[in-house]
């Protein structure tokens, strides 16, 4: 079956401008997060969103959003990009989040280089 | 709160070599502990998990174990290949709370 998939995989923006990552779920999964990737901070949770419901939130400025739609594919947003935002941004799926066997699915990332 | 602690990488190794990655967790109650493997220009994907205590988990070779006592959960491979070269990443897990915790990833790098 199809795996997560993750849309732009690159992208480059300037300092201020916003910008909307995408995606899309295994086929059943219903639960979707999102991480941060950074070379200094490793991952860093962003978001969880099961049945368009954001069941928790990291440690991030509201300059980080997110949303999920009725077949479960995922959006976050970032607006007003800082340097700092540049990172390589994973979504990762499940069946349901909240188990204590909870395996992720990644997908391969969406790479951003704010300029 | 909760953390994760993984050796500082990189880890060099000979191929056939024995591996020990060292995590060590910090946490308020009992959550599942899990290896993450991610390969260059990939995602993670799960290596190998344990949900509790004295549990072993193992896959590809890879084994490690929930030490309750210690905190710590381990990664080992009695023989290295250079296809295992990889970010690993240590992580807990607990149910309800919808997030994983991640170490900060330790990469190995298996020379022929």
Redesign the interface.
């Known amino acids: 079956k199809a795996g997560?998939t993750q849309t732009p995989r690159y992208l480059i923006k300037t300092r201020g401008q916003q910008v909307t990552l995408s995606c899309s779920p295994i086929s059943g999964h219903r639960?979707v997060?999102w991480?941060q990737q950074t070379p200094?901070?490793?991952?860093q949770?962003l978001f969880?969103y099961?049945s368009e419901t954001q069941?928790?939130k990291?440690n991030f400025p509201g300059r980080f959003s997110g949303r999920q739609f009725s077949n479960s594919r995922s959006e976050m947003n970032v607006s007003t990009l800082e340097l700092g935002d540049s990172a390589l941004y994973?979504c990762?799926s499940s069946l349901d989040?909240?188990?204590?066997?909870?395996?992720?699915?990644?997908?391969?990332?969406s790479r951003l280089t704010v300029l | 709160g909760d953390s994760v602690t993984q050796m500082e990488g990189p880890v060099t190794l000979s191929e056939e070599a024995f591996l020990t990655i060292n995590c060590t967790y910090t946490a308020t109650g009992y959550?599942?502990l899990?290896w993450?493997v991610q390969y260059p220009?990939?995602?993670?994907?799960?290596l190998l998990?344990a949900?509790k205590a004295d549990d072993k988990g193992s896959n590809k070779g890879f084994e490690a174990t929930y030490r309750k006592e210690t905190t710590s959960f381990h990664l080992e491979k009695g023989s290295v290949q250079v296809s295992d070269s990889a970010v690993y990443?240590c992580a807990l897990?607990?149910?309800?709370?919808?997030?994983?915790?991640?170490?900060?990833?330790t990469r190995l790098k298996v020379l022929a």
Do not use: D, H, M, W
């Open positions: 997560v639960s997060s991480y200094g901070q490793g991952l949770f969880e099961f069941r928790n990291g994973l990762a989040g909240s188990s204590g066997a909870n395996v992720l699915t990644f997908g391969a990332g | 959550p599942s899990f993450y220009g990939e995602g993670l994907q799960l998990k949900t990443f897990f607990y149910s309800g709370t919808y997030k994983y915790i991640f170490g900060t990833g």
